[in-house]
């Protein structure tokens, strides 16, 4: 009995509305490409791992081999194990925010979370905010349930809170399908941008006033290189959804994160996270508790920390040198990227593979709005998680490619064939 | 600016459609009685980690923490490493699947795959069929997506494939709502019964001849105390999609599945997986691959299958001597479950809360069907936590109770006001 074939066809019919329009990852797609060792990579988002002291794993996880086994090793509850939810209280507390266990849910990283969330509160066609761009793993957590992503751009003080309150004007006060505002206001990815304080009070005065969830993502919150720290939307009000993670100050191959938000809330995610995973990873979850009670990891943080400012500082000056005059790009205080704005008749996607060609590669704008609706001409560098040397090259290529592509287009508008911006 | 009350009508208004109809598992909800130690429970289809050997959890846990921590700290694809996947191809190899690395995705638990599998291929109202009674995580997973599930009745050769027959004929050929079918062949949970290969191979021609994918769960299919081995639906046709678990040859607490699909399957449900999880714990991979090479695991299977032999023959040997005549229950060959049916008068969900007073759990059949539309008066029993002394007693508890109910309704018989099955 051997139908490849029908399959194929079969599969092709089968699918759901839901999956007709998603696209995949660029970011995905480029870890390929990421492992090839003459190929610089300000492409992913990933975390220096080498930097966890190896005394430090070992001793996170001997719980979970040894006492703690019995545990680790079973199944258990939904909502995650009530140790480890005190130790994300604990890191709450040291940012300002009051959180009890029982206004934590564990989450398989955060992007579970993400999921959790869209798919407890959206129906198709519901009204979603964000920043735009935004984080392009949200825009593929939420677009399968089919909402109406509405992007509010940022400048350098975060998020356009006043485009926002036009946007809400326009959606209109008591909107049954107006659902939830998403904002990663701290070293935003893709933008690097931090919300300032009065644009957090004055969002979340809308949020009571037209009625929307605020659903904060906070991965990046505790890397900050410059600046003071800024309280975070979830110590302003009990009503905003607070998404943590260990990825960026532990480790992202534990899959862990959490969730602080009213009860009420969570009791509803609970219901759909049962048929979503049953359950996360015990053993995880105790690792991940030792990890924050046993292991000096605030003194590892420090080291995160030192370590990403010097490679930010890296590729602020390498741009500085040699990005042209053309480009802009942001300055961020911590995270792990930089938004770079080219002229709009640049096209970031098809000038990847020359850029891959010359040994460097980015992500392309686009993937970080809804649909790929803009952003063509803009790219999210990383410098998380190359050496201060390597980026300073990488960033020396990739001005390299862009400049090739302006003197293109130079010639063009020279001989008026396109228009200057 | 606390609005707490505010938050709490919000989150009733805001909630998606396909939540609203969403109950929560009595099983999980039943965890928090069985760990009151005078309370014997047969409800968790937990299995009895306690049976690893401690220094296989060590052994496997090694490279994690050690050589190969940079990349189990990591993120990593979407579809899982490489070598789990190889070591997942050899677990296949051994129950007469032939299968390779491009054809196997990694999930978190099986309970993943299962949402993954309806979140790629369900429109509401699509249909589903089903054995019925059938897994309640499998109808949780697929409920949220909104289809029309149809159960099929099993007898002590599993799925009753006339009774498909019929329900594919009320369905009609080509019709395109029809998705898949979903099935656990060997040990069915809850029902503990095996399909038997002839009707294996007419339901491959059924779907065939009407078009639907066979998804086939196969967590015991390893746990077989009796009989011999069955060929799983797989190994007789490329097409069908196999879904398999470490939770009860190794441990739930890693949350590791797997997925064996045709390539075009699994490339959509990769598209789908990239936003609900990102990844899954490269660090629980490491540890399960190492766990299938670096440990004598069949040596622990061996063990696993002893154990769970001995409780199987001491339940079954309590309930022969303590079960009333009405009750009829089956008699599996392997798994974790035995299914009870008493009498159709007899409410399972409200005699619960009279045998947690009697120091017993079960869990009531009710959810075990779509909208608990059936089963009221069956329970399923689970032999594979408890010792078999406890089984016993746990047995002439329930016996106790069971009878009592009995005795309030032939009393009712005899005077008439109910009628006599």
Redesign the interface.
């Known amino acids: ?4 074939h ?3 066809d ?2 092709g ?7 007709v329009k ?4 660029a970011v ?1 797609d480029l ?1 390929a490409a990421a492992s090839n060792p003459n190929i610089i990579s300000l492409s ?1 988002g ?2 220096d ?2 930097l ?1 002291p ?1 005394s430090a ?2 001793t996170a ?1 001997r719980a ?3 006492d703690e ?10 909502d995650g194990r009530v140790e480890t939810k005190q130790v994300f209280c604990d890191l709450m507390r040291d940012i300002g925010v009051r959180a009890k266990p029982e206004n934590v849910m564990i989450t ?2 955060a ?2 979370a993400l ?1 959790l969330i869209a ?5 198709p066609g ?1 009204i979603v905010l964000a920043e735009g761009p935004t984080y392009l ?1 949200a ?7 089919e909402p109406d992503i509405r992007c509010i751009p940022f400048d350098d003080e975060g998020m356009r809170v006043d485009l926002l309150e036009e946007e809400l004007a326009r959606i209109g006060k008591g909107n ?1 399908r107006l ?2 505002l998403y904002t990663i206001p701290n070293f935003q990815n893709p933008g690097g941008v931090t919300m300032v304080p009065a644009r957090r009070k004055r969002l ?1 005065e809308l949020s ?1 006033e037209y ?1 929307f ?1 605020v659903v904060e993502d906070d991965p990046y919150g505790r890397l900050r290189y410059g600046g003071g720290h800024v309280l975070p939307l979830k110590a ?4 905003v959804v607070y998404l943590g993670t260990v ?1 960026k100050v532990f ?5 862990t994160g959490w969730i602080v938000a ?1 009860k ?2 969570l009791a ?1 995610i ?3 996270k ?11 979850q105790v ?1 991940v508790e030792h990890y924050f009670t046993d292991t000096p990891w605030q003194k590892t943080l420090q080291k995160f920390v030192k370590t990403y400012r010097t490679r930010r500082d890296a590729m602020l000056a390498a741009l500085d040198e040699h990005f042209p005059a053309e480009a802009t790009w942001t300055r961020p205080e911590g995270g792990f990227f930089v938004w770079v704005t080219l002229p709009s008749y640049v096209d970031t996607g098809s000038m990847l593979s020359v850029a891959l060609e010359n040994g460097v590669t980015y992500t392309p704008g686009d993937g970080f709005y809804p649909g790929g609706s803009a952003g063509k001409n803009c790219m999210r560098i990383a410098f998380c998680y190359e050496s201060p040397e390597n980026l300073a090259e990488a960033v020396k290529r990739l001005a390299a490619v862009i400049n090739d592509r302006l003197e293109l287009y130079r010639a063009f508008i020279d001989a008026g064939a396109i228009k200057a911006e």
Chains 1, 2 share one sequence.
């Open positions: 009995m051997t139908t490849a029908l399959t194929f079969q599969t019919d089968k699918i759901a509305e839901r999956v998603m696209r995949s990852s995905r870890f992913g990933m975390p791992v080498s966890l190896h794993i070992r996880t979970a081999c040894d086994r019995a545990v680790a090793l079973q199944y258990g509850s939904t398989t990283g992007q579970e999921d798919k407890t509160f959206l129906n519901d793993g825009l593929q957590a939420f677009s399968a349930y049954p659902k939830f979340l009571e009625g969830m302003l009000s009990d009503d990825s480790a992202p191959g534990l899959r009213p009420s809330v509803k609970n219901l759909v049962q048929g979503t995973d049953l359950c996360g990873s015990a053993f995880n690792v």
